[in-house]
């Protein structure tokens, strides 16, 4: 099986930045999809980036295009989540997600096999 951890979670204030991390171990391949999503109370889960396998190919929720980056370091087995300028809205748990397949659709959270445990992340007004 495949293990996430995230971190790098916490409380900023609206038009700060944070930086998450995910680390991958066990049974991992270079030929995945790895994936951040969020959740706030009361919501569904929400795609918010996904990068694919090793050319690294991204993609974005329409809610965070333009100000967040999401990529890998293959070396160190982590996918990172740049996220500027934070906005209250942006409040959430964020989670990280794995699937050890190239193709699927990234958008649905029930197709991902292995997931964190999550970060909070917080933006004050």
């Known amino acids: 099986q495949v293990q996430l951890v995230e971190s790098g979670g916490g409380l900023v204030q609206a038009g700060g930045s944070l930086r998450l991390s995910c680390t991958a171990s066990?049974?991992?391949?270079?030929?995945?999809?790895m994936a951040w999503f969020r959740q706030a109370p009361g919501k569904e889960r929400e795609f918010v980036a996904v990068i694919r396998g090793t050319i690294a190919s991204t993609e974005y929720g329409a809610s965070v295009k333009g100000r967040f980056t999401i990529s890998r370091d293959n070396a160190r087995n982590t996918v990172y989540l740049q996220m500027n300028d934070l906005k209250p809205e942006d409040t959430a748990v964020y989670y990280c997600?794995?699937?050890?397949?190239?193709?699927?659709?990234?958008?649905?959270?029930?197709?991902?096999?292995?997931w964190g445990q999550g970060t909070q992340v917080t933006v004050n007004s």
């Open positions: 997600a794995n699937d050890l397949r190239l193709y699927i659709d990234y958008r649905d959270p029930k197709k991902f096999d292995y």
């Open positions: 066990g049974r991992t391949s270079s030929r995945d999809t």
